[in-house]
T-cell receptor, first 114, second 113 residues
């Protein structure tokens, strides 16, 4: 099992450009999450999907959109990138059946917006 | 809303000495508590969790954590630190009945040979 995979690993954008970060999991998990990690701020939840067909805003959703394409895949889209979105982005998944299940994380995407 | 505090930015410890990483939490209901570790340029890896039951929880790589309800704390411990334990450690809390995790800002652990 590959676990949680993310593409791309690195990306440099210019202000105003758009891009989609891809995430897939092969653990048959119901819940998937997108976080951003910034120095000294821990991880902040952007969006999450409790199950296929549902998405909800997290702590910092502004400037982002998500799509739960199917049970395996959960993408994050930046429509018009801004320098404030320079960050490391992590996708995670959990079985989601109960809220005590741990989350499994992907390797991250390092995004720089110039 | 739930929250987690990790009061120290960095913890320095000599190899072979005990390691403690502190975490306090705030939730409205029964807490589900987690510790994760992040090695450089990697994603977070699950270490251990407290759901209910015994206050001392054992996890991966020789780590354990003690849940203290009266002090609302969930400190991570290892009896004898290794240089390979040098990493960023995150505490997280989830409200009962809520699928969202709140993470602390992380603690950098440096184990000195």
């Amino acid at each position: 099992n590959a676990g949680v995979t993310q593409t791309p690993k690195f990306q440099v954008l210019k202000t105003g450009q758009s891009m989609t970060l891809q995430c897939a999991q092969d653990m048959n998990h119901n819940s998937m999450y997108w976080y951003r990690q910034d120095p000294g701020m821990g991880l902040r939840l952007i969006y999450y999907s409790a199950s296929e067909g549902t998405t909800d805003k997290g702590e910092v959703p502004n400037g982002y959109n998500v799509s739960r394409l199917n049970k395996r895949e959960f993408s994050l889209r930046l429509e018009s990138a801004a320098p404030s979105q320079t960050s490391v982005y992590f996708c995670a998944s959990s079985s989601g059946e109960e809220s005590y299940n741990e989350q499994f994380f992907g390797p991250g995407t390092r995004l720089t917006v110039l | 809303a739930q929250s987690v505090a990790q009061p120290e930015d960095q913890v320095n410890v000599a190899e072979g000495n005990p390691l403690t990483v502190k975490c306090t939490y705030s939730v409205s209901g029964n807490p589900y508590l987690f510790w994760y570790v992040q090695y450089p340029n990697r994603g977070l890896q699950f270490l251990l969790k407290y759901i209910t039951g015994d206050n001392l929880v054992k996890g991966s790589y020789g780590f354990e954590a003690e849940f203290n309800k009266s002090q609302t704390s969930f400190h991570l411990k290892k009896p004898s630190a290794l240089v390979s334990d040098s990493a960023l450690y995150f505490c997280a809390v989830r409200d009962y009945g809520n699928n969202r995790l709140a993470f602390g800002k992380g603690n950098q652990v440096v184990v000195i040979p």
